[in-house]
């Protein structure tokens, strides 16, 4: 099974930033994102496709139907710049995304 | 507050042995599936292999037959034995908390394959 990130997206201080994760009828499994800074372990944001961890703030958001898991966070501050990666299970294993680079312009 | 903290790495020749150590607090890990997920340098995350509460243990293609995941509970630690290791298998291992989202992670442990 596998995941397909964008390897990098863009987004404007204060503006809207989409993270997709693409998978065949990914919309049938849970869908859990961390962020991961540099030099640091990754952090759960998202767990079940659209549940936030505690302490998490409600600027970021997740969705998932059809092919396609999308994780976004509205309001894009600095530090939310860094690396987000999806992760489903698939036959008792653990499938991650290769990881999209949040950059925040 | 659940904390899990790996220990073991260090730098080993290719065909070269480690054992890492995650040893957890706030948590049981005779109750719990502890996943072990590796990130070569520059690079994404890969799961390597998961015990589950009730001892089963799981691993992906790339590590199976090299490398063992093990517990100790009354040391409240997972163990992941790795024998034969190759140029491909430096990274840094983290372990974490299943069974469904990973959550804590340890800080992670770096393993270096090198001769």
């Known amino acids: 099974?596998?995941?397909?990130?964008?390897?990098?997206?863009?987004?404007?201080?204060?503006?809207?930033?989409?993270?997709?994760?693409?998978?065949?009828?990914?919309?049938?499994?849970?869908?859990?994102?961390?962020?991961?800074?540099?030099?640091?372990?990754?952090?759960?944001?998202?767990?079940?496709?659209?549940n936030r961890p505690s302490g998490i703030p409600d600027r970021l958001s997740g969705s998932n139907s059809g092919n396609t898991a999308t994780?976004?966070?509205?309001?894009?501050?600095?530090?939310?710049e860094a690396d987000y990666f999806c992760h489903v299970w698939d036959s008792r294993t653990a499938v991650f995304g290769g990881g999209t680079k949040l950059t925040v312009l | 507050?659940?904390?899990?903290?790996?220990?073991?790495?260090?730098?080993?020749?290719?065909?070269g042995s480690l054992r890492l150590s995650c040893a957890a607090s706030g948590l049981v890990v005779g109750d719990n599936y502890i996943s072990w997920v590796r990130q070569?340098?520059?690079?994404?995350?890969?799961?390597?292999?998961?015990?589950?509460?009730?001892?089963?243990?799981y691993y992906a293609d790339s590590v199976?037959?090299?490398?063992?995941?093990?517990?100790?509970?009354?040391?409240?630690?997972?163990?992941l034995q790795m024998k034969g290791l190759r140029?491909?298998?430096?990274?840094?291992?983290?372990?974490?908390?299943?069974?469904?989202?990973l959550d804590p992670w340890g800080q992670g442990t770096l393993v270096a394959v090198s001769s």
Not at chain 1, 71 to 80: E, P, V
């Open chain 2, 87 to 101: 140029v491909e298998d430096m990274a840094v291992y983290f372990c974490a908390r299943g069974p469904n989202h």
């Open chain 1, 71 to 80: 994780l976004t966070i509205i309001r894009a501050q600095a530090g939310d």
């Open chain 2, 40 to 57: 070569a340098p520059g690079k994404g995350l890969e799961w390597v292999s998961i015990i589950y509460d009730d001892g089963g243990t």
């Open chain 1, 1 to 50: 099974y596998e995941l397909t990130q964008p390897l990098s997206v863009s987004v404007a201080l204060g503006e809207t930033a989409n993270i997709t994760c693409g998978g065949r009828n990914i919309g049938g499994k849970n869908v859990h994102w961390y962020q991961q800074k540099p030099g640091q372990a990754p952090v759960l944001v998202i767990h079940r496709d659209s």
């Open chain 2, 1 to 15: 507050e659940a904390q899990l903290v790996e220990s073991g790495g260090g730098l080993v020749q290719p065909g």
């Open chain 2, 64 to 79: 199976k037959g090299r490398f063992a995941i093990s517990r100790d509970t009354s040391q409240n630690t997972v163990y």
